[in-house]
């Protein structure tokens, strides 16, 4: 918990100083006046985030946390569970999807076991298993508050290390089988919506097997009744590890004020957890896309951001925060190439 309270009593504001500079700056680019549109937006709220009207975003990062939940023997998912831990490794080998955007974008994935049902043995793979996945949480709390703190505070460590190695633009990315159910779970509660109005169909659900999923997640809320207004009681009651250390990087990368990008819903679902532990989390998240998860729409009204653009991606991973990261270095290439009026 200690190192939860620090990193938290260290996140602050955006420096309004520093972006009046790169809007200043940028306006006298040798363009017409807001002619490049987001990408003005982008550089500036970049400025706020790291109190540098010039900064840089050359070191990239995907940190992807692989985790398993025991709400799977509830038929929420089409996939064997056991795909977590055959594709866990592949994200160490750079085979997955999101693999091969980071090679594009010229960035590195880091893959962490905080919670796969099985042993994943590759060296490549950082292992902080808190355990062999969450229990159902359809029949009581996924897991304890002291494992919910757990995993933000591995979520926060790992993001640490990489910031000490270079890394000035992060990103959570997930790996597990089931994973959109505690996630809606997690929108549901902040949100105060019926599960049935944002559930959806995950890596392949049948349609007609939405009702069934939407009622699981309906009997963990109310079973465990988690506090709306307390993030870390939400995630222990009906989260996931890697939601959970997902909520940590952002957590983290805030704290040493790192942009960090939210890639689409599982995503979503950890930066609404982070914001429910300190609001503040919200200056310093860079939204990518629109998610084609039918809740993905409300949870990026509950954070209250513009995503770049909807490419009807759903695959998760980091994927689309991956595609974001060029638009980010694209604008801090605009501020650095780019001649001016005088």
Do not use: W
């Not at 990368?253 to 979503?268: E, L, T």
């Amino acid at each position: 918990m200690k190192l939860l309270n620090e990193t938290i009593s260290q996140i602050g504001t955006l420096d309004r100083i520093s972006m009046e500079k790169s809007k200043k700056y940028i306006d006298n680019l040798l363009k017409p006046l807001g002619s490049l549109g987001r990408l003005e937006e982008i550089a500036i709220h970049l400025a706020g985030i790291t109190k540098n009207p010039f900064p840089k975003v050359d070191q990239k990062g995907v940190i992807v946390m692989a985790a398993d939940h025991g709400v799977y023997e509830e038929g929420v998912a089409p996939d064997p569970q056991s795909i977590t831990a055959l594709q866990t490794p592949n994200f160490a080998k750079g085979v997955t999807g999101v693999c091969a955007l980071a090679k594009q974008a010229r960035a590195d994935v880091i893959v962490v076991d905080i919670g796969v049902a099985e042993d994943i043995l590759d060296p490549d793979v950082i292992q902080r298993k808190i355990r062999y996945g969450t229990n159902n949480m359809a029949k009581g709390s996924a897991m304890t508050r002291a494992e919910a703190i757990k995993c933000l505070e591995i979520g926060i460590e790992i993001t640490q290390q990489q910031i000490k190695k270079g890394k000035n633009l992060l990103a959570p990315g997930e790996m597990g089988i089931a994973n959109t159910t505690p996630s809606t779970a997690i929108l549901s509660v902040i949100g105060n919506i019926d599960p049935l109005d944002i559930v959806g169909v995950g890596a392949g659900l049948p349609v007609e097997k939405l009702s069934h999923k939407a009622d699981v997640i309906r009997r963990a809320i109310h079973i465990n009744n988690p506090n709306p207004k307390d993030g870390i009681d939400i995630l222990s009651k009906v989260g996931g590890f890697e939601i959970g250390g997902m909520a940590g990087v952002f957590l983290g990368a805030a704290s040493y004020r790192v942009p960090v990008v939210v890639d689409g819903f599982i995503a979503m679902a950890a930066a609404l957890l982070a914001i429910t532990i300190e609001p503040k989390v919200k200056d310093f998240l860079i939204p990518s896309h629109y998610t084609a998860e039918k809740g993905g729409k409300k949870a990026i009204e509950l954070l209250g951001l513009t995503p770049m653009f909807d490419m009807g991606l759903r695959l998760g991973e980091g994927s689309g925060a991956i595609l974001a990261f060029n638009f980010i270095e694209a604008s801090t290439f605009m501020i650095h190439e780019m001649a001016t009026r005088s």
